[in-house]
């Protein structure tokens, strides 16, 4: 099954051996009190959990699709690649004469990739605007009837003086609720190639649990569709709602999910022959834009710098924390340090950066930030409970939304000096 497509007639024959198996006694054939079809949800979905056969031979042959992009100088990708996909990415294949059937079977497999996977924008230059899947949630539609299908993303950056999104560009091709998604993806400065990605696993990587769940749920008819969560939709605007009560604005920030390690709940002094650089983001949930702040202190407890600036836009609170400890780590080198400790909220976002999990919707945040950190002599990330990072927190709140406020002063403001002695105080 994971190498060739099944016939249906064989899929078929198998489906009644297993329910001959579960309705039947001894030879007889019994009476079936449930669809098969039911029995293959989810116990989540009221079934079983049973395999549509056909469905997982598909999660299977997707499985050595992507061992095709995953792996390119293997034997097997360099003969399918020579083949069938001389100069084309492997979402473009399609079929052609001669061909082969396991090639035939593997687009079956090629076919759930498509609906799963992603890019991740880097120079723009291989990612199709209206074709390709590269926006966070629907594909892109264009601002007027007249559509440009070879139009590529890097049509819509511009390297002058930096690089970023081209506004003209945006305007003229995409819709304006797409516009406001573009802005939201975060261009590494880099001239990084495009990566596809597959969207359904934290890491980008395809696995066959994750495939057969895309597959199962792309019903050809909308009758065969599972229920619509009601529940989890509720739930979900319930924690919205809660995290609007508790911090009493549309800002909301990062929280770390699973279960927690034990974790520092008050500010730590650092070494005497090391600072400490603690950071902190808002992202407002409404605009989708982001502030950052960051503040590096002694031993102890005395402020070298500290500062806000306003970063664009981002998708989540985690692109907003790792956006701001960016800022804050360019921040460290432009001052000329370089023993820091830099210290936030974000448990993903350290242990991403620690090489402790691996999250693809940051990864050209990351590639910076680790390019940065080899930059400086020596870096250590660590995670800090709230309590312990109160200092950036009310420097990202007291910051200006629209421009950059930054102050090396000997003595630091009223609004800052209560927290900066509580921490001091209560440090250890």
């Given amino acids: 099954m994971s190498h060739f497509k099944l016939p249906v007639a064989t899929t078929q024959e198998i489906d009644a051996i297993l329910m001959r198996f579960w309705w039947g006694k001894n030879d007889n054939k019994g009476l079936p009190w449930m669809a098969w079809k039911k029995l293959q949800y989810t116990k989540k979905e009221g079934g079983l959990g049973f395999k549509d056969l056909p469905k997982f031979n598909d999660a299977l042959l997707a499985k050595q699709a992507w061992r095709i992009h995953s792996k390119p100088n293997c034997l097997f990708s360099k003969l399918y690649k020579a083949r069938y996909l001389k100069d084309k990415q492997l979402l473009e294949g399609k079929t052609c004469r001669r061909q082969s059937y396991g090639w035939a079977s593997l687009l079956a497999g090629i076919e759930v990739l498509k609906k799963g996977c992603s890019y991740i924008v880097g120079n723009g230059k291989d990612i199709r605007v209206f074709k390709d899947n590269w926006l966070p949630v629907t594909s892109p539609r264009p601002a007027s009837t007249t559509i440009n299908c070879d139009l590529r993303v890097s049509d819509l950056i511009t390297t002058s003086p930096y690089k970023h999104w081209n506004p003209v560009a945006l305007q003229s091709y995409l819709c304006d609720e797409d516009q406001r998604l573009v802005t939201q993806i975060y261009l590494s400065q880099t001239e990084k190639e495009d990566m596809l990605i597959w969207s359904h696993t934290r890491d980008g990587n395809y696995t066959v649990s994750s495939g057969y769940n895309v597959a199962r749920h792309a019903p050809e008819f909308l009758f065969e569709a599972p229920p ?9 605007d319930v924690r919205e ?7 009493s604005s549309t800002t909301i920030r990062n929280t770390s999910t699973g279960a927690s390690s034990p974790a520092i709940s008050s500010w730590n002094r650092p070494d005497q022959s090391l600072l400490k650089c603690n950071y902190d983001a808002a992202y ?15 031993c102890y407890g005395h402020p070298y710098m500290w500062g806000s600036a306003n970063l664009g836009f981002a998708s989540s609170s985690l692109v907003a924390e790792a ?7 360019q921040n460290v080198w432009i001052g000329g340090y370089r023993n820091m400790i830099f210290e936030g909220d974000s448990e993903i976002l350290v242990k991403t950066i620690n090489a402790q999990l691996t999250d693809s919707t940051i990864q050209n945040l990351i590639e910076e930030i680790t390019s940065l950190r080899n930059k400086l002599s020596t870096t250590t990330f660590t995670f800090v409970k ?13 910051g200006p939304e629209n421009s950059v406020f930054e102050n090396c002063k000997v003595y630091p403001p009223k609004w800052l000096t209560p927290t900066l002695y509580s921490d001091i105080m209560f440090s250890y």
């Fill in 228 to 236: 619509i969560p009601y529940v989890d939709n509720a739930c979900a």
């Fill in 241 to 247: 709602w809660i995290s609007h009560l508790c911090l």
């Fill in 386 to 398: 709230r309590n312990g990072n109160k200092a950036a927190h009310v420097i990202v709140q007291h």
């Fill in 323 to 329: 956006m701001a400890l960016l800022v804050a780590m």
């Fill in 284 to 298: 407002n949930l409404h605009s989708n834009q982001v502030r950052g702040a960051w503040i590096i202190r002694n």
